[in-house]
């Protein structure tokens, strides 16, 4: 698995750490020596091992048990445990997945508060380390990360530093399996200049290629002597700098976080689907795999087949997408039994308006996929990457560690994963990955701000960040009847009084204040955070 993790100093030389996670390796775990990773009919890819055999990526499998009579095959068609590797991944400071597979982030914090720790370089580097303080501390991060990530997910990491994303993803595949690799800026002139063909240029693509050779241009070197003013006479200012830059290895592009990913798919590929029965019963396969996935309402469903030609020779893909209704979007979060089957309807429906039902047809493929997901609400990726570094790895620990071994060598955290003062909060106090403490409002001064009535140990049950939101004078100010009828249901039952509607009745005060709530909690994806408090609605 390839990994990208970006450090970018943004006044002054970057620093980029390029990363390649090996799925294959912790699947070797589970597997002798000779594996690979099966799906379908063909080999997606195989550890070092069996590659010193012969066994290739994109291998059909019956060449690969040629070439390695012994080789272990691992089913890769379900995902869930890839996935759920990358989920922890992305758990790195600003990241910005690009795909299954890699993402970058954003480092800069981490390297200005290890300036004074690192001060020399290990395993393979370019020819002479010189001053360049930023790639040291760099290196010594992505040291640290790698031990890391190997001993808390069992991945084989390798690293490729340099000072863009450009020129470190440039390196990438060199010194494998589970080393580390640094690029000094003295040698990039000599790397860019003997790169030959412009595709081997990160960020140059195939058509893009196409349209350099029209130019006569066939070889990195060819575009970097190539006048900048031609450049932008053909193509305009700012994609004939980029051009240009690309071919001389600078990269100024920021890294910039997305978030949680705001579409999720699910495909499968087969022989032969030939009835539309058998098409309901793939979706519905495909469907209840999707939905378990994430915790946000869906607002589109697309729905995806292949479509051949005579004049091409691979399949086309061919799509029809709808809205997917308010209530059902709320079904599929709170897990609801029913939710799948209106899932199917629609996907039915969108299948009929490509595919005549009626008539023959031969399917070898479908997609499912939810579109316009929301943002997840209350996450953060700043700083998360310190999770990796924080000594203890229990989950149930309460304690939160110091910064006592802070000044340690940096070498030495290769070793042991160190808390540094880097893993602080901007407000200098120790961040934990854990829970909240259980009189963290006491501590943190909210205890007084709590409203009348209210069960102190119900509302410490409740996430932080609704916590936070009910407390604060904005939402006091703006909702003080859904704020009271809000602490009224914290507090505990409430027996109605003459005249009063009974509990559960939506015309009572909190009834407003409580489906306003879990509205919110189904938004982000935590409807059961707050059901058992909020009843009424």
């Known amino acids: 698995m390839r990994v990208s993790s970006f450090i970018k100093k943004l006044k002054h030389s970057g620093v980029c750490n390029h990363t390649n996670y090996s799925y294959e390796v912790r699947d070797s775990v589970r597997s002798p020596a000779f594996s690979s990773i099966q799906q379908k009919y063909n080999v997606v890819t195989c550890n070092y091992v069996a590659r010193e055999q012969g066994v290739t990526k994109v291998m059909s499998v019956v060449d ?72 040291v501390v760099g290196f010594h991060i992505a040291a640290e990360l790698r031990t890391a990530i190997c001993s808390k997910l069992g991945l084989d990491v390798c690293a490729w530093v340099a000072t863009n994303k450009l020129l470190a993803k440039l390196v990438s595949g060199s010194f494998k399996p589970n080393q580390q690799t640094t690029l000094l800026p003295q040698d990039v002139d000599h790397i860019m200049g003997h790169l030959g063909g412009l595709h081997r240029v990160p960020g140059v693509g195939h058509q893009t290629s196409k349209w350099l050779q029209a130019l006569g241009l066939v070889t990195v070197q060819d575009l970097q002597l190539f006048p900048l003013a031609g ?27 997305t978030g949680a990913p705001k579409s999720l798919s699910d495909e499968d ?27 946000r309402p869906p607002q589109t469903f697309r729905l995806t087949i292949p479509r051949y030609s005579a004049e091409n020779k691979w399949f086309s893909r061919e799509s029809r997408q709808c809205p997917v209704p308010h209530h059902l979007g709320h079904k599929v979060v ?30 070898t493929l479908l997609n499912v996929c939810f579109t316009n997901l929301p943002p997840a609400r209350g996450t953060s990726s700043q700083g998360a990457i310190t999770s990796f570094f924080t000594l203890g790895s229990s989950p ?6 110091t910064g006592s071994e802070a000044d340690q060598p940096a070498s030495a955290a290769i070793k042991t994963p160190v808390v540094s003062p880097d ?15 259980e009189d963290y409002w006491t501590t943190a001064g909210r205890a007084h701000k709590l409203p009348p009535n209210v069960d102190t140990d119900v509302f410490r049950e409740l996430p932080e960040d609704i916590q936070k939101e009910l407390l604060s004078p904005a939402f006091t100010r703006t909702h003080p009847t859904s704020s009271a009828s809000a602490t009224s249901r914290l507090a505990g039952p409430h027996r109605a009084g003459p005249g009063e509607p009974p509990a559960g009745d939506p015309q009572r005060a909190g009834g407003q204040a ?7 909690a189904v938004k982000g994806g935590r409807q059961n955070d707050l059901d058992k408090y909020f009843k009424a609605s």
């Not at 395993?123 to 010189?130: A, D, L, Q, V, Y």
């Open 334 to 363: 709170s897990g609801s039994t029913d939710a799948n089957v209106h899932l199917v309807t629609l996907a039915m429906k969108l299948f009929n308006k490509m595919v005549d039902g009626s008539t023959a047809f031969h399917l």
């Open 64 to 135: 690969a048990q040629e070439k390695c009579p012994q080789l272990v095959l691992v089913k890769g068609e379900d995902l869930t445990h890839y996935r759920e590797i990358f989920d922890l991944l992305l758990n790195v400071a600003l990241v910005c997945p690009y795909a299954l597979t890699f993402c970058c982030g954003d480092f800069t914090e981490m390297v200005e508060k290890r300036l004074t720790h690192c001060s020399s370089f290990e395993g393979h580097r370019g020819t002479n380390p010189g001053p360049h303080r930023r790639l």
């Open 231 to 257: 450049l932008v006479k053909e193509y305009g200012v700012p994609t004939g700098q980029r051009l240009k830059n690309l071919s001389l290895g600078v990269d100024d592009s920021p890294v910039v976080p």
């Open 423 to 437: 893993i602080s909060d901007h407000h200098g106090a120790t961040r934990s990955t854990q829970a909240p403490s």
């Open 269 to 295: 590929s087969f022989k032969k689907i030939s009835t539309t029965r058998e098409v309901a019963e793939k979706t519905q396969e495909l469907l209840t795999s999707l939905v378990e996935r994430d915790g």
């Open 396 to 401: 149930q620990s309460t304690e939160s560690t």
């Open 514 to 520: 409580s489906s306003k709530y879990k509205k919110a």
